[in-house]
Structure formats: C-alpha cells, structure tokens
C-alpha cells in the first residue's frame, strides 16, 4: 500500500515511542520482530519503517473502525473510521492544500501525526504569578509577565515558517511534553465583557522560547499598553507549535488566563471586578488585592515572535506603580483620592468591610498565596455584576 513518509498514522508515533525517547528515529524499536514461518523477518527494522511508503501492520489501531456508536449518549456522533490509521485522509479534501509545515491562513489538511501522548501525571498546566486578576496598570507602563509552569520543559520550538505543525509531539526522558509557551493579550470592551474576542486582533502576543526558570516562565512587554481592559491568557504547545495534547478527555485547564485593567490613573479605578468588595477576595487559593500593588520586573531575553498591534513606550521596566504592596502577610496601607472624597478605614481579608458615612477605609492583611488553583470562582462568572456602576470611568475611557 503507497503513501506517502508524513501520512504515518496516528499510532505509529503514540504506541511505538516510549515516554524517555525524545526523537523519532528508531521510533518502533521497542516493538518485537514478527517473523514468518520462514523464520525471516516480514517488517521493517525502525529506522527503515520512518523511511519507507508502506504502513507498518504492528502499528495499526484496529479502534479506529469503530465509530463509538454501540453505546450512545444524547447528542452523540459517530467517529471518522478508518483501517489504515487514516495515512490517506487528505486525499478526502480534494480543495486543501496540504499543511506540508506551512501557516496557511485559508486553511489546509495536516497528515502528520499527533504524536506521544503523556501520562495523566504528566499533564502539563501553569498559573500567571504576574499580573494578578484584576490589577490595574499604568498606561504604557512596562511590565513583566511571569507565570508558574509544571510538567512541560520550555524552550523547544522549531521553524514556525517551515516546520509548523509537521511533526508529532514528542516527550523528553522524565515523560515531559517538549515545547515551549505563548502568552497573548486581548482587547475587552469592559472587564465584564461578555462577547468572545476575535483571535485575529490582540493587544500583544509573544512566543515564549526561553526555558522556565525555577519553573517560571517571563517574558517583559516592553511598550507598555493604552488605557483599556484585557485578558492575559497562556497559549502551552509542542515543539511544533501545536496545543499539548494529553491522554485524558476529563482534566482541568492546561492553561491559564487573568483580566486586568491600564488607566492613565490607576487610583482612580478600584482593583478587581464590579460587584466585589474592592477589597481582598480570597477563593479557592487565589487572593485579589487591592489598591497599592507594586510592580517588580527583568526583562528576559527572548528569540521569540512578537506581535503588538497597539502600545505605547513607557517607564523602563521593573518600575513599580504608585503604592507598596508587602505580601507574607505583612500589613497593606494605602490612600486613594477618588472624586476628591478621601478613603480611609479599615477592611479585613475574607471579604469584611467596615463602612461610615462618607468614608470608606481599607486596611488590612493580605496573605499572598500562591495562585494554584485559577481565578476565584464568583456566581455568574465576570459578567454576573448587574447593576453595579463606576462614574468616573466614562470620563477615563471616553464611553
């Protein structure tokens, strides 16, 4: 049977490969000869097998000629079936081209295989240590983005002009997805905003090609940004730029995602998200903080593609905002000049305000935590805060 070198099926690479090997070359050694009753060998040796035009019987996934449809949920469709691992699927899309390691805007049939695939325990995830959900930034500021990672070792990525998508995932020797990370940053029309963006137009976007440090990852945006409301989410991938794929249908994010605020007058917008308490929220192991949150960063160096379709040049990065933040459970002092009322007083962590007549005071502890676990869970997700109004932020967005 002919076909050609990349139309590999899908298992050759997954239940050939083991979890230490991090090439594909002698991808099959592992597997036993099968020989005839001559006592020859019928198949290929592995180097050969990644060479030749010929499918492999050993790797043939007999599940994939089952459609699924012998135990049906509501709602249920039946699966592409196929008896040889789908090595000739492109050909049932006459009017694509092939991928053939190319970013092709108008679409195309990719044949390459999806690749090893890592245990469950190996499940890659990260969390942004920097910005904190919902912060407000300074216009134009410029600022370092760090996010905590595990399992996946950062810093592989290959030629996203020739070699996107063209080869399978692949794992180093502790079972690890080998890739690299993107962080990009989009537009809202409010930090409530309901409405999904459009992935063609974002504020920023960045690969990542360092190695994590520490298990961080950073990366500086170093024009700042306008005056707006954002969402800051991870983009985790294989070497060849695709999303990490994992063994298990039913697991959390593999990546992350905060909102965050850039005002010309940072103190004049409260932290966080209306309806909140505008004081510090703790859930679930995240605590949003706010008013006074210092801003602390280095650049990385980076051979990565950038993309920004807005900015402007800022202060030099590593400057922090107006205010301290003391984190360790150190206490957090600030004032806040807001529509020329002062607010002084005190609020404790856990959500407790005290409010008088006039004033508003804020005071308190807050035990910085690492973000382990995602963004507080509130009723009705960001956009569940009905009725609750700022004045002063038509005058500062201009709406």
């Known amino acids: 049977m002919r076909a050609s070198a990349v139309f590999f099926s899908f298992a050759s690479v997954v239940l050939a490969a083991p979890a230490s090997q991090k090439g594909q070359q002698g991808a099959l050694g592992n597997l036993p000869n099968s020989k005839g009753t001559n006592g020859a060998a019928n198949f290929q040796s592995a180097d050969d097998a990644q060479s030749s035009l010929t499918l492999d019987p050993r790797v043939i996934a007999t599940g994939f000629a089952n459609d699924g449809q012998e135990v049906q949920e509501a709602g249920q469709v039946a699966s592409l079936t196929s008896t040889n691992n789908f090595i000739n699927f492109c050909l049932t899309q006459p009017n694509l081209p092939i991928t053939n390691g190319k970013q092709i805007e108008t679409g195309s049939c990719n044949p390459a295989p ?63 997805i080998i890739g690299h990370t993107h962080v990009t940053i989009d537009f809202l029309g409010s930090i409530n905003d309901t409405q999904p963006t459009n992935p063609k137009k974002f504020a920023y976007f960045k690969g990542v090609n360092t190695p994590a440090k520490d298990g961080v990852a950073s990366v500086t945006v170093d024009e700042g940004l306008p005056a707006g409301f954002y969402r800051l989410a991870s983009i985790n991938a294989a070497a060849n730029h695709q999303p990490v794929l994992v063994p298990i249908a039913q697991h959390g994010s593999l990546d992350d995602m905060v909102y965050f605020t850039v005002a010309d007058d940072p103190f004049s917008v409260p932290a966080g998200f209306p309806g909140e308490d ?32 807005t900015g402007q040049q800022g202060q030099k990065g590593g400057q922090s905002q107006q205010g301290q933040q003391q984190q360790g459970g150190q206490s957090q002092q600030g004032q806040q000049q807001q529509g020329g009322q002062s607010q002084q007083g005190q609020q404790q962590q856990g959500g407790q305000s005290q409010q008088g007549q006039g004033q508003k005071s804020q005071q308190g502890q807050n035990n910085q935590q690492p973000q382990t676990q995602g963004p507080s869970n509130q009723q009705g997700g960001f956009g569940g805060f009905g009725g609750f109004h700022f004045p002063d932020l038509g005058k500062i967005f201009g709406f």
């Open 114 to 176: 999806m690749g090893v695939l890592p245990s469950s325990d190996n499940m890659p995830s990260s969390k942004f240590i920097f910005p904190k959900n919902g912060v407000v930034l300074q216009t134009g500021e410029i600022f370092t983005i760090t996010m905590a990672v595990r399992n996946i070792e950062l810093g592989n990525f290959v030629n996203a002009q020739e070699n996107y998508f063209a080869a399978p995932q692949h794992l180093n020797d502790q079972g690890q």
């Open 278 to 309: 505008n004081g510090a929220s703790t859930a679930n192991g995240t605590t949003n903080t706010q008013g006074n949150n210092a801003q602390t960063g280095t650049a990385v160096g980076n051979t990565g593609n950038t993309a920004t379709t």
